[in-house]
């Protein structure tokens, strides 16, 4: 049946951000000792106009020591195939091979389908011709794993999620660009949220990227910023 309530919650991360990357930074440059840097760290304006310089530059060495883990339930399992596309990443995923689907299935009707009603009810239909029939494969005996063969892309799926800091913001920067789907561009935009709710400094760092350079490099352009 349609789900299309997304959830992301992060679970996971350092104790303090911004006084990690700051040590990062200021080891790279000092000759303190990183453990006297970090218990030393108090002026939060003098350790973020640190971290952006550093950043700025194009050290991103010194944000990858800070790890996040993000909880993600109702997202399609074509938003997920294209989010495992990124190389630094950890994903334990809701297996479609030991996990067997029950009665009508989760779904996630994409945002241009469902705004037709016609091709929406065609949809739904179809997933529920597709939900009989993989219940008449587990009733026959198949297993889940064979069964699954016939589960589409829109099957909703969960998973847990992890990524350093540095991860975060190239996520951000391809997948907040308009042209980006609207499913993963979603979901990259709550992780984002998320994150920013505990630390707000990040807020100018998790923007497309044509916010960071001034300009479209993509070939095809939404438009927003002159292209080059």
């Not at 952006?52 to 399609?76: C, D, K, M, P, W």
Request: hydrophobic share 35%; glycine share 2%.
């Amino acid at each position: 049946m349609p789900n299309t309530q997304m959830s992301v919650k992060l679970i996971s991360k350092p104790q303090n951000i911004l006084k990690t990357v700051y040590t990062a930074c200021r080891t790279c440059y000092s000759e303190l000792l990183p453990q006297e840097i970090f218990e030393n760290a108090q002026d939060e304006e003098k350790m973020l106009k640190l971290i952006t310089r550093v950043i700025s530059s194009g050290h991103y060495s010194t944000i990858e020591h800070v790890q996040l883990s993000f909880a993600i339930s109702n997202v399609s399992r074509a938003c997920t195939h294209q989010l495992v596309r990124h190389r630094h990443m950890s994903f334990s995923q809701k297996s479609q091979r030991y996990v067997k689907e029950k009665g009508d299935f989760d779904y996630i009707i994409p945002q241009e389908i469902a705004s037709n009603s016609v091709l929406k009810e065609k949809f739904e239909k179809h997933m529920s011709d597709v939900a009989n029939l993989y219940q008449d494969f587990v009733s026959a005996g198949i297993k889940a794993e064979d069964a699954r063969a016939i589960l589409p892309n829109a099957t909703s799926s969960s998973l847990v999620a992890s990524l350093n800091l540095r991860e975060l913001i190239h996520l951000a920067n391809l997948r907040l660009c308009t042209r980006a789907q609207f499913e993963i561009r979603m979901l990259i935009k709550k992780m984002c949220d998320e994150v920013i709710k505990e630390e707000p400094w990040l807020k100018a760092h998790l923007v497309p990227k044509c916010e960071r350079l001034g300009y479209c490099d993509e070939d095809k352009s939404c438009g927003r910023m002159p292209q080059r």
